[in-house]
Structure formats: C-alpha cells, structure tokens
C-alpha cells in the first residue's frame, strides 16, 4: 500500500515477504519514494529470479567486472538451507580472476559491479541495487523521546506510512483525531496546509510542541480543539483525512464509545473529501465492520502488527463521487 501511494499508481506486479517487484517505474520517481517511505530502503533492476533449489545461475552483466560486492540477505530467516558461503564460492568459481566481497548492505559505486542477492518466500532474486536509504533513525525514534508524549502516541514510522499510502504531495491535510500530532509531525508529503484537532486541549497544547521541536514554527498547521461532532469544515474542502482512531480511556473517558466514534467517522469523513479526495484511517479489528457505512470508495485495506498486543486494520478510500447527499449526514445534536 505504502509503495502504491508514493508511486502514485498500482504497479507492483508480485508481492514477496519483504519484497515489491515493480514493472515500468520512472528510476528517479523510485529513488524519491523510497527516501520518503517509512521503511523501504533499497531499489534495484531485478536480474534473475530463481527457485531455491537451482540457485546457482551465471550473470551474464558480471563478465566485464573486475570488483563484484555481493550483498545477501534473508527476509524473516527463509532459506537457512542456502549457506552465504556456498554463495560466495560459487561467485569465486564462476568468475575467476576476479576479486569477489561479501558486503553488509550495497555500496553504489560506479568501479564496481554490485550484486543484491535476496532469499525470500522460496525464491532467489537476484539484482543490481541502485539506491539505498537507510530507516535506522526515523524507526529509532521514540515517541517518548519527544516534548509532549502521551499514552497511545503513534510511532513516527507508523505516522509516516499511514500518509505516505494516501499518496498525495499537496493540497490539505487533515487529522481530526491528532493526538500528539504524529501523523502531521512526521508526515513526508508537502501539504499546503495541514489542520489537525482534538477534543483534549492537553493534546492540541502538546501537539504543537511536538511538530514545532521538528520543523520549527511553520505557519501551514493549524492545530484546533474540537469535537467530531461539529467539525467545523466546509463540504468537500479536505483533499486527504490522514487519522487513527482513538481507542481505549481515551474515547471512554470523553462520555462515548469506540463504536459509537467509529460508526459516526465511517458515516460522515466522505462529507469532507474533495473529488478523488483519499482517507487512511488506522483502526482497531473489533472496529472494522463501520467501514461498510462509508460513502467512499474502499480502494485497498491491510491488517498490520504495530507492537506487543496492538495490531490495526489500514484503510484507504477514495471519493469517487461529484456529492455526497448532505441528508445523510446531518449532525447529532
């Protein structure tokens, strides 16, 4: 979903554990997606792709080298049967003369041939990388490292995928359930105006905290206390609702239910979208059966392991339709 978003369109044409493998891809446009994803770190021109059991295959682009940097890695531990040695000696023996390294992570340089071999879901990809980000600092960061924490805050890995699978780089953003403003802090996209709110007055405080100690003051956020109920925004004027649902004695504690704050989002966010507007909405399984009462489009949806106990259904919909009949949205006093 991240990668779809970023691209702009669906061109992933297999879908591996820990693997996307893409057709027709603008090299730049790829190179930008994976700086700007939460947790996609390298790219590469896929060579080969070959079964576990006949891995050994000659790559005919390595002749004309005279330095081969092999990189292998294993996603989740699959493929213990192959030895990284064996791989390596196979190289050796295959391309004699030539100076063959294993290396820990891919070192573009142009001197030298480097060759990405990654085992995976009973298959061997072989590749050449031609760009590589690591995520070690934004994934380290903890949300209670930053000025304002409060139980429940998102995770900045998590905060930035949820807008990075919207896919929209401008236009206007909005969380109405911002919390500590993770989703507007770490969002990678370059909204024109970001508004977020809370019910909490505590939270909107801290919320601006927190996205001031990152960008400093930046006049495009708009952080507001509210209530759900009374948004107060015009009829399709959002271009992306970027949001997780509260959950928890965070909702309880407000004199409401989860389900009750659940079917009431579900029921009327499409109100807000702009045509071929986009909503990512992060919320609890127990909380899934309200998406049915949206008036979007239900474009594509994941179950995702956050941490310990905690796993959330990601939704993104889309706003298909020039209006959406105001008569089915009329507030409850």
């Known amino acids: 979903m991240e990668l779809s978003g970023l691209l702009g369109e669906n061109v992933i044409i297999e879908a591996l554990t820990g693997v996307f493998i893409t057709n027709n891809v603008d090299i730049e446009k790829l190179k930008k997606s994976i700086a700007m994803s939460s947790c996609l770190k390298e790219a590469g021109l896929v060579l080969r792709v070959k079964g576990q059991e006949d891995w050994k295959e000659k790559i005919n682009e390595l002749q004309a080298c005279r330095y081969i940097r092999i990189t292998i890695r294993r996603v989740g531990g699959i493929g213990r049967q192959i ?14 003369g030539k100076i063959v390294l294993e290396a820990k992570k891919p070192e573009i340089k142009e001197d030298t041939c480097n060759l990405s071999i990654i085992i995976t879901d009973g298959v061997i990809i072989y590749g050449i990388p031609i760009y590589y980000q690591g995520k070690s600092k934004l994934l380290s960061i903890n949300p209670h490292d930053l000025p304002y924490y409060s139980p429940g805050a ?40 970001i508004v977020c709110g809370d019910i909490n007055p505590v939270h909107c405080k801290g919320g601006l905290a927190n996205y001031s100690w990152l960008h400093g ?77 949206s008036l979007c489009y239900l474009d594509s949806k994941c179950l995702m392991f956050i941490h310990n106990k905690l796993s959330r259904v990601i939704l993104r919909f889309v706003k298909k339709t020039q209006q959406v009949d105001p008569s089915s949205l009329i507030r409850q006093g």
């Open 154 to 193: 998102l995770n900045p890995w998590f905060s930035r995928l949820l807008t990075n699978i919207a896919g929209l780089e401008k236009g206007v953003l909005l969380d109405p359930f911002c919390g500590t403003a993770s989703i507007p802090t770490w969002a990678s996209s370059n909204y024109h105006t």
């Open 83 to 96: 030895n990284k040695q064996q791989i390596i000696s196979y190289f050796k023996k295959s391309y004699p």
């Open 217 to 293: 003051f930046d006049s495009k956020i708009n952080i507001v206390r509210w209530d759900y109920n009374y948004l107060p925004m015009r009829e399709a004027s959002i271009d992306a609702i970027v949001t997780d649902l509260p959950y928890g004695r965070s909702v309880r504690s407000r004199g409401t239910s989860e389900e009750e704050l659940a079917e009431r989002f579900f029921k009327t966010f499409c109100y807000y979208l702009k045509n071929n507007g986009v909503t990512v909405v992060s919320i609890s399984e127990d909380l899934y059966k309200f998406y049915k009462q």
